[in-house]
């Protein structure tokens, strides 16, 4: 059976909707060696899967490297870059070439969590993809973010090929809206031809008790043609693959709907510099008494915070 595909917009490329995000497998989160994310990866692609998501600060290139050893198949890689020069832009592609050793990344985006704007916040960066994909080192120059405001002003540029939006049901993670509105904004950069794929459709792990409602909402909304997410075994791969492809395996979901996961700041050693505030798109941080606090109920489990933190204080567990 030929594997599921959909359209990205316009962009020419064809995406199984599953797509596999990296990040929790890599140094931020899980920690699997490389080898091991890599079966991960090679299992999911050998069942039809074909979009791999990444990014300079995930740490993953070496797990997907691995898996993409000797494979024949069609394979999509995605990496986004937080640079915020166009020197250390270029840097981080020409990085994700070498290490990922590939000619071509099929979509580079403007890694924009925080970003209100990412053409006047980036623009620099934003017009270095744009010459990177002239030289045939980028296929597609994205934007990915967590605002509302930023994925209203991607959907309106003319030279944003892909958008990489955060959206959940209850709009856990947006710092600037309901779910609603950025569920608007996404209609409106599918309406005009932007190939999209969705982020946190679980919170980052908050909504796993619930995750095939919550993965069927965002996977059903105008516009979106592919959710990521994260997957950290063979079962949770198989299970979303089923899910995605309308034979949803309820004994396999009973398993995975029951773990939950949460950040874990270690109070005894944190030295209060809010160095992991500064980093939390969703402002679920707060230094109280000398301490790092993290407000749950705000809290997608991105694990950048984690990145941040210069003491290593901080996990996703
Ligand atoms: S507290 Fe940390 S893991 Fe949670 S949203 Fe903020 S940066 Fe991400
Ligand atoms: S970055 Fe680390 S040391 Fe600094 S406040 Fe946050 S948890 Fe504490």
């Known amino acids: 059976m030929a594997p599921i595909r959909r359209l990205l917009g316009r962009t020419g490329l064809s995406i199984h909707p599953l797509v596999f995000g990296t990040l929790p497998m890599g140094p931020l989160q899980a920690g699997l060696a490389p080898r091991e994310g890599g079966r991960l990866i090679r299992h999911a692609l050998e069942r039809g899967l074909n979009l791999i998501d990444t990014a300079e600060l995930y740490g993953s290139y070496g797990h997907i490297r691995a898996g993409l050893e000797g494979f024949r198949g069609e394979v999509l890689l995605a990496t986004k870059t937080h640079a915020p020069t166009a020197a250390l832009a270029r840097a981080h592609v020409e990085r994700a070439l070498r290490e ?8 580079v985006h403007v890694h924009g969590a925080r970003l209100t704007d990412p053409f006047a916040e980036r623009g620099e960066v934003f017009e270095a993809l744009l010459v990177l994909k002239a030289e045939g080192k980028v296929r597609c120059v994205g934007v990915s973010g967590h605002r509302v405001a930023a994925i209203r002003r991607a959907a309106e540029h003319p030279d944003v090929d892909v958008i990489h939006p955060l959206i959940n049901r209850e709009g856990l993670g947006i710092p600037d809206g309901a779910a609603e509105e950025m569920a608007a904004a996404i209609a409106a950069a599918g309406a005009a031809g932007k190939g999209v ?7 980052g792990g908050n909504f796993i008790a619930t995750a095939r409602e919550s993965l069927r909402y965002v996977l059903g909304l105008s516009g979106v043609h592919g959710v990521a997410v994260g997957m950290l075994s ?15 395996d309820g004994s396999a979901w009973g ?8 950040i874990r700041v270690m109070e005894l050693f944190c030295k209060g510099c809010g160095a992991c505030a500064e980093a939390c798109a969703s402002d679920a941080i707060t230094v109280v008494d000398g301490v ?17 933190c ?3 204080m901080i996990r996703v567990v």
């Open 255 to 262: 398993v995975l709907e029951g773990r939950s996961r949460k």
């Open 292 to 308: 790092a606090r993290v407000d749950a109920a705000s809290c997608v489990l991105c694990g950048y915070c984690a990145a941040a």
């Open 310 to 312: 210069p003491e290593f």
């Open 234 to 248: 063979e079962a949770e791969i198989d299970a979303n693959l089923g899910l995605f492809e309308g034979a949803a």
């Open 197 to 203: 794929y969705a982020m946190k459709a679980l919170a």
């Open 100 to 107: 990922l050793g590939v000619d071509c990344l099929d979509i």
